[in-house]
């Protein structure tokens, strides 16, 4: 059994930025948190991998049902645990109800 401490914790924050999304990633990344930051912008992200330690940058159109759910396995393939918090800071999305 394998034992979940923050530091193998991962947080992905979609819709990722300036204002709520880098005050909510530095929180996480404070606290030992692997921390996804997902934009539609891949440049502007680059910058805030810099200042955010244990962040990575991943550009996604959450618009696309298709490309989130690609982007999730992503973030989960390279950070090699799955998706404990997720923030979903977007202006918009598409929502599917069963």
């Not at 979609?14 to 996480?28: E, P, T």
């Not at 992200?45 to 982007?71: M, R």
């Amino acid at each position: 059994m394998t034992t979940t401490t923050a530091s193998n914790k991962v947080c992905a924050i979609f819709g990722f930025g300036q204002g709520i999304g880098a005050a909510v990633a530095r929180k996480y990344s404070k606290e030992g948190y692997k921390v996804a930051i997902i934009s539609r912008s891949i440049d502007k992200l680059q910058t805030y991998e810099k200042t955010i330690p244990n962040s990575k940058g991943f550009a996604c159109d959450v618009t696309k049902p298709d490309v989130i759910n690609s982007t999730v396995d992503l973030i989960e393939k390279e950070f090699n645990n799955p998706i404990d918090v997720l923030v979903w800071n977007a202006g918009g999305g598409v929502w599917k109800v069963k």
